[in-house]
């Protein structure tokens, strides 16, 4: 098993751009979760999802949009990347205990 | 606002010592407790969960819990410097595969 892959590990974006961060999980779980993490700072809660159509706002959801057509998919979407934006960004998939599996993270830089 | 509180640290410990982290958290219906371990680049990494009061043991490992006073620690016994690296402390502060809420982290720094 793979785990919980992202892509791309980096990136550079300019003011205004948009992109999305993929995240793939082969593990089959239900649950699963997109983080931000500031230098220095704990993980914020960006989304998550319970299952296949359905997601929910986490603790800091502005700027951002997710969608999860399928179990093992969870990509989010950044629409007009702001310098605010520039961070780590984590997704995780939940096992049966509630313990989260981390992908190894995207780094992005809004320039 | 539910929270989760760490020391920053460092803490620094010498090879072989016995490193104690702690976190203390706001919801007394908190209902699982969760240590991870992060490297310095890296994506955290699960070290072990507890439910209930007590102690629980897994290998150099121990976390314990005190839902009365809302503390949770972790002991690593024979600490080695790879043991360097960021603890974060989750909460689940409902039952069932709900979000977790991390703590900020402590960074432990094991001196050979």
């Known amino acids: 098993n793979a785990g919980v892959t992202q892509t791309p590990k980096f990136r550079i974006l300019k003011i205004g751009q948009s992109m999305t961060l993929q995240c793939t999980q082969d593990?089959?779980?239900?649950?699963m979760y997109w983080y931000r993490q500031d230098p220095g700072m704990g993980l914020k809660l960006i989304y998550y999802s319970v299952g296949a159509g359905i997601t929910d706002k986490g603790e800091v959801p502005n700027g951002y949009n997710v969608s999860r057509s399928t179990t093992e998919d969870f990509p989010l979407r950044l629409e007009l990347a702001a310098p605010s934006q520039t961070s780590v960004y984590f997704c995780a998939s939940c096992g049966v205990s509630n313990e989260q599996f981390f992908g190894p993270g995207t780094r992005l830089t809004v320039l | 606002q539910k929270e989760v509180e760490q020391n920053s640290g460092p803490l620094s410990v010498p090879e072989g010592a016995i490193a104690s982290l702690n976190c203390t958290y706001s919801?007394?219906?908190?209902?699982?407790f969760f240590w991870y371990r992060q490297y310095s680049g890296k994506s955290p990494e699960l070290i072990m969960f507890i439910y209930s009061n007590g102690d629980k043991e897994d290998g150099r490992f121990t976390a314990q819990l005190n839902k009365a006073s809302q503390y949770v620690s972790l002991l690593i016994r024979d600490s080695q410097p790879s043991d360097s690296a960021t603890y974060l402390c989750a909460v689940n502060i409902r039952s069932g595969n709900t979000p977790l809420v991390f703590g900020k982290g402590t960074r432990l720094s094991v001196i050979a």
């Open positions: 919801d007394r219906g908190s209902q699982s």
């Open positions: 593990m089959n779980h239900n649950y």
